[in-house]
């Protein structure tokens, strides 16, 4: 099988080259690899470019955009500006963040998943942080949800949910997408991701009400916001965030914000919500 990696990057000159000496040393390695530097002010461009004179299938693309890094849009803007330079002739497409070192055998693994079952849409493993000098699990999510920071998606699949949306939630309703249309997500607790950035690190504070407003562009209705916010903030050890939650999604019902979905996918998405939150309790 083949495989394209596209790796959106704003100043990651202290991760990037890990990253890259990861992705060279897979057993399996990709045909392609697109590093899109979206306006870095710092040594991204310079060291991505050395790195890839000796890989000449790794290609930069530089793109220009807006500083501020806001949830979701940014970064999904400069992987379609990497996409677009690229073919349809490979078998599966990644999404991968700058800061990332797979292990070795990641995607002869994540190959592996996809040949074993046709039905087969997203794989993809499980990020692990630095803390005292070990490395665990950075558990923000349930065990059933791939990480935004390494997504892997089937060819057919990719093109049927239509690809990734430029707003906060995509890595969310690309998997309910992919539920909606049959499509099998697989997550592989062998596959450990260290990831050497935490999590939200470069958000500003403009963007506290961003995941309230994804939650309602979502479809998911004001009851699983209200649960999904206090899970989400109970997560991350942070309860006032559910208050942003909350007036975030308001906000957005007040200004009639276009939902990612459609009527019929929205209706689907709560559905299925509301069946994993009843699976949970029972």
């Known amino acids: 099988m083949k495989y394209y990696i596209v790796i959106p990057t704003y100043n990651e000159e202290k991760f990037i080259l890990q990253t890259l000496q990861s992705l060279v040393n897979q057993t399996i390695v990709p045909q392609k690899i697109i590093v899109v530097n979206d306006n870095s002010t710092d040594k991204t461009h310079e060291i991505v470019t050395e790195f890839a004179k000796t890989y000449p299938w790794i290609t930069l693309v530089n793109k220009t955009s807006e500083n501020i890094h806001l949830p979701g849009s940014k970064v999904i803007q400069a992987f379609q500006k990497g996409l677009e330079t690229l073919d349809k002739n490979y078998d599966f497409i990644v999404k991968a963040d700058a800061d990332l070192i797979f292990p070795d055998n990641y995607f002869e693994t994540i190959m592996e998943h996809f040949k074993s079952d046709p039905t087969i849409g997203m794989v993809g493993g499980f990020a692990y942080i630095e803390k005292n000098k070990e490395w665990i699990l950075e558990n923000l999510t349930d065990k059933d949800h791939i990480r935004g920071a390494f997504k892997s998606y089937r060819k057919e699949t990719f093109e049927q949910i239509d690809g990734l949306k430029p707003a906060m939630g995509w890595d969310t309703v690309d998997e309910l997408l992919c539920k909606f249309y049959n499509w099998k997500v697989i997550t592989d607790a062998t596959l450990k991701v260290k990831h050497l950035k935490p ?83 029972i």
């Open 199 to 281: 999590t939200g690190a470069n958000y500003y504070k403009t963007a506290r009400y961003k995941q309230g407003e994804a939650f309602y562009t979502l479809g998911y209705g004001f009851l699983i916001t209200f649960i999904a916010s206090a899970k989400l903030a109970w997560m991350k050890k942070k309860p006032l965030l559910f208050f942003d939650y909350i007036m975030g999604f308001w906000k957005a019902k007040r200004e009639n914000k276009t939902l990612l979905v459609t009527t019929e996918q929205a209706k689907f998405i709560r559905n299925y919500r509301f069946q994993q939150m009843k699976k949970k309790l």
